[in-house]
Every structure is written in C-alpha cells, then in structure tokens.
C-alpha cells in the first residue's frame, strides 16, 4: 500500500460522480419510502386518536399518547437504520480514498454493509445520535434554509421564542451546541474503525481536537462559508434567469406569483444540492484530519480489492438503477396528483381557494371559470352541484336558473336537456356567450390530471334526496377521491359522505355566527364567512386537529387578518389579489422584494 498521504484536494475530487450516485440514489430511495410510511403511520395514528389533522395546537396531545411514543420511536428506528447505513458507506469509502484506493460504485456499498456488521448492534443507537447531530450541525445553514421555506415552522418558532422571551440565549445555545458538534465529530471514526466505545470515542474525538484546535476550526469555516457563498450565488443567478424568462412569455396578471413559485423551488433543488455536497465535503475533510493527525492509524487503512462485476453483481447494480428511477418517477406523479397530505403542520401556511372558480374573470360555475382558475394556480376550487329533474349533476349555486341564464326554471324539475339550450355565459359578457351549465362529471374528467383539489358543495334538496349518492357515485367513478373534499350546510349530507368513504375530507358551512364545540367526528374542516372568524375560534379548531376555511375574503386588510388569525384555507373570488398578499407577509422578504422588483422592472 502506498503510505504517502493524499491531499485534500485529492479526497474532494476522487470518487466524486460515484458518491454523488450514491447519496442521490439512496437519499432519493430513503426520502420516498420513509416520507410514505410517515404519512401512512401518521394517518392511522390520526385515525386511531380522532383526529383529521396535526395542528400545532393538538400536537403535544398526539404524541403524548402511548400511541403517539411508539409512532416516534419506530420514526426514529426507520431513520437511523438509513443514516448507519449511509454513513458507513461515505467512512469507508474516504477511508479507502486516503490510502490512495480507489472504490467503485458496487465496491462502495458492498464494504460498508461488511463494515457495518463489525459494529456491535448495542452501540447502534448513541452512535445514531452522534452521527445524527453531525449531520445536522455540519447541514445546519441547509436547516435553516428549510425553516425559511416552511413558513408555518418559521412562525411557529417565532411565536415561541416571542413567548418565551429566548432570543439572545438561542444564539448561545446555537453556537455552543455547533462547537460541541465539531468537537465529537471525529467520534464515529474512532468507533467504526477502531472499535472504541462510544464514551471513548467522544474523548479520543476531543484530544484529537486539542492537537490543532485553530486549523482544524479555520478549515470547517472556509469549506461551509464557500458552500454557503455558492449556493447562494447559484440561487441569485438561477432566479434572474426565471424571472427575465417569465417577463418574456408569461402574461403579466400571474407573472409574480408564478415567479415566487419557481424561486421556491429552486431553492428547495438548491438545498437538497448543498446538503449533499456539504456531507460530501464534511466528511471527507473528517476523515483527511483524522488520518492526517495520526500517524500510527495510517498504517491501518486496509487495502480493499476491487471486486469484479459479475453477472449477479451487475444485475443487482442495474435493478437498483431502474428501481430508483421508477421509485423517482412514481413519487413525482404521486406528489403532482396528490398533494393532499393532511397534516397541517407539515404544510404551507394558508391555501387559496378559487370561489366558483374564478368568478371575477369569467362566468361563475362554468369551464372558462375553472380553467381561469387553474391558469391563476390556485390550490382548491370550489363548485357548487346541484341535480336535475333527470338525474343530472351540474354546476350551478342557485336553485334556479334565472340569475346566470335569465331562465326561471327550478333545477329539479328542469331536464338537463333543457339546461344544456340555456346561455350561461352571455350575462357575463360577450366573450362567453354560448357557454354552457357544466356537468359534474365534465369537471372531474377535466380535473383529474391537474394539480388542483376540488371543493365540491353538494347543495341538498329534498327533491333530490339521492344527490349525496350520485356524487360519491362519479367520484369514485373517476378515482378521484384524494382530489376532492366535500362540504355543506346539511350534516346529513357529510354523515352519508363518511358512511360511503370515510377517506374523504368533509367540511362544515357555518352561515352563521354560534359558539360550538367543533369536534363533530364526521366534520374534518369547518368553513365559516371570515368575519365569524376569532383567534380563539381558530385555536379551539386546530386543538381539535379539525380546519378552518374563511369565505368569501376579497379584500387586503381581510386576507392580512384571517392570516394573522391562522386560517387555513382562503375561498375567494379574487387569488391573484390573495397570493399576492400571503407572499408579500412571507419569508423572506429580502428575496421577496427583490423577484417584485426585477418582475416590475421594464
């Protein structure tokens, strides 16, 4: 073996693309089954304790439980058999770069499974936490940039720090527990490779430490302080080039909320692309210290033969390939189609609902409507079904037909055939004339492939006593189920929704102003007009894992206050007016100020 040591640089850039694979691969892979199974245990979980939603008000309830412990710890179990196993495979590799051995992609994989099985199984767990920590302390600014994107932890932690008066000692607290996390970083070597004892490790960390303090901190700086400086140069450029691609092509009306959209995501890609890089970089500079200080363990570094790719190893390689890009693949359409994950605290901090579709901009309850509103990118639409005297869902909020096609007919005792003669448009204006009532069935075939969730109010009447069942009928018909949430002013109606699927999101119209317990089982979000609206409303409701929806909000001191008060779902006529406001109150507001004003800039 040659004994000459490697230089930094040498350990940055050799196996560079493999590692890349790697940690792309298996990050992509462990996301989206632990993402999953989190999401399916939540549910139950949720399910089990009564609730529809995890708020930030019933949380501690929830995982207070017995239930809601053994959900924690089987969390933390899953997690930490992916990060024992990831960074066995990133030791042994830098291991193997130092002493100038070079390892393939299966080399890789293979000698940290091998390596892993000489770690006594009780020292698993704190050697878990101590990898855990590092992970996070040395992805600490990549945390921080998540925080930002979440804008319901931003506030969160505000509020809590705010009430809690911390401030200035969090500042302490943080830089005292990064110190500590450097200081133990050196930990997990001394027992994966010299099979000390965690409590040893730890000291062996420190005195490693003691050997040149100041370097060792100036060369941590100057790598996470050039990530950081990239990516943020990345971030700056990748933005002005959206920006000045969407003042070329995208009508002016959506350009700045399409732009805050694309920079979201950019920053997210962004962030996954510096956490892996700066786990990369941290842990091969780790191992380069390591070595580098230590004469006697140099010595040590195994020689790891290259072993051959034979047809079995070669398959194993290309399953994992192909079952990673269909993973990728199906996920990405899952997360597109069905972005419906009903925890509160895990989403964005208000949704905006298109009310009748937008109304403003074409005729109420109609296809130009709901198209509008999918073009304007809103979250939910919301649509009012009615039935005819020939067993016909439509859309239309009126038990008659006079305001929105001058027609006097009553619904229910009107066919469709008739309706379909009728202009729904013509009122509006000339550009709709001839625009026709809408079947139910017509709106769901159009949703079904677009990223939108629908608010179906079923508008009972005791002529049509089957209407519930009709819907629920084509609902599940089309499949469509996680694309929809139902609501209404009659309780029977949401009851008979659960008896048929309790899976569907049902929602409560409260037309008017009473004190309630809010806890009804069969209701999982109550939608109330805005000025009902009171902070201890919203706070008895979130208690109670339920939602709330605000109807109709249109103006900006309205939109501010039902955001101030934590609302969760805004139903307007106006969602550009609306997306403007929640992106103007939310972080950040530099990069806010700065995409308003390249957008405006002629």
Not at 182 to 193: E, G
Not at 203 to 215: A, E, F, V, Y
Not at 268 to 296: D, G, H, P, W
Request: glycine share 4%; proline share 2%; net charge positive.
């Amino acid at each position: 073996m040659n004994n000459r040591p490697t230089s930094l640089r040498k350990m940055f850039v050799t196996n560079f693309f493999n590692v890349v694979a790697f940690l792309g691969m298996f990050n992509t892979v462990a996301f989206f089954l632990i993402r999953r199974i989190y999401n399916e245990g939540l549910k139950y979980l949720l399910r089990t304790l009564g609730y529809s939603y995890l708020t930030k008000e019933n949380m501690n309830k929830v995982f207070s439980t017995s239930e809601g412990i053994i959900f924690i710890v089987a969390a933390v179990i899953l997690v930490g058999l992916f990060i024992i196993f990831e960074a066995n495979v990133l030791f042994v590799t830098y291991r193997a770069i130092y002493g100038n051995n070079k390892l393939s992609f299966t080399d890789m994989i293979y000698y940290g499974t091998i390596n892993i099985k000489t770690i006594y199984i009780w020292r698993w767990i704190p050697t878990l936490i101590v990898i855990t920590y590092i992970v996070i302390v040395t992805c600490f600014f990549g945390v921080y940039q998540y925080i930002i994107l979440n804008n319901t932890y931003l506030t969160s932690i505000r509020l809590f720090l705010k009430s809690h008066k911390i401030g200035y000692w969090l500042y302490v607290a943080i830089a005292f527990l990064v110190m500590l996390g450097l200081a133990i970083i050196f930990s997990p070597l001394f027992i994966y490779f010299e099979k000390s004892s965690v409590s040893k490790g730890i000291r062996q960390s420190i005195d490693l430490w003691k050997k040149n303090i100041i370097g060792f901190l100036c060369r941590y700086t100057i790598l996470n302080v050039m990530l950081i400086d990239i990516f943020y140069l990345l971030l700056i450029g990748l933005n002005m080039l959206s920006v000045n691609l969407l003042k070329e092509y995208v009508d002016i009306s959506i350009r700045l909320n399409l732009a805050m959209i694309i920079c979201d995501n950019i920053r997210f890609i962004l962030l996954v692309a510096y956490c892996i890089l700066s786990i990369m970089f941290n842990v091969s500079l780790t191992v380069y210290l390591y070595y580098r200080k230590q004469e006697a363990y140099r010595a040590n570094i195994p020689v790891l033969e290259h072993r051959a790719i034979n047809k079995k190893r070669y398959l194993f390689f290309v399953g994992m390939m192909i079952s990673t890009f269909v993973l990728l693949c199906v996920n990405t359409l899952y997360v597109i189609n069905n972005e419906t994950d009903p925890f509160l605290y895990s989403k964005k901090s208000m949704y905006i609902t298109a009310h009748r579709g937008s109304s403003l901009e074409a005729p109420e309850n109609t296809m130009p409507a709901i198209e509008m509103a999918i073009d304007n990118l809103v979250d939910y639409i919301e649509i009012d079904v009615r039935e005819t005297s020939d067993g016909i869902l439509i859309l239309m909020h009126d038990a008659n037909l006079s305001r929105t096609t001058g027609n006097q007919l009553k619904i229910w005792k009107t066919s469709y055939e008739e309706i379909y003669k009728l202009d729904a448009g013509v009122w509006f204006g000339k550009k709709y004339i001839n625009t026709k009532v809408p079947k139910f069935e017509e709106v769901l075939v159009y949703c079904k492939d677009k990223k939108v969730i629908l608010n179906i109010e079923i508008k009972y009447n005791k002529k049509t006593p089957d209407i519930t069942e009709h819907v629920m009928e084509l609902i599940e018909k089309y499949n469509i189920g996680d694309k929809c949430v139902i609501s209404s002013t009659t309780e029977e109606v949401l009851v008979e929704v659960k008896d048929i699927n309790p899976n569907i999101l049902t929602g409560k119209i409260i037309t008017y102003d009473y004190e309630n317990e809010y806890n009804d089982e069969y209701i999982d979000f109550y939608s109330m007009r805005s000025g009902f609206i009171t902070k201890s409303k919203v706070v008895k409701i979130h208690g109670n894992g339920k939602e709330v929806h605000a109807w109709t909000v249109n103006t900006v001191s309205e939109l501010t206050r039902c955001k101030r008060l934590g609302v969760d779902n805004i139903i307007t006529d106006m969602p550009l007016l609306a997306r403007s406001v929640f992106v103007e109150n939310s972080e950040p507001s530099t990069m806010y100020e700065y995409i308003k004003i390249l957008i405006n800039k002629e």
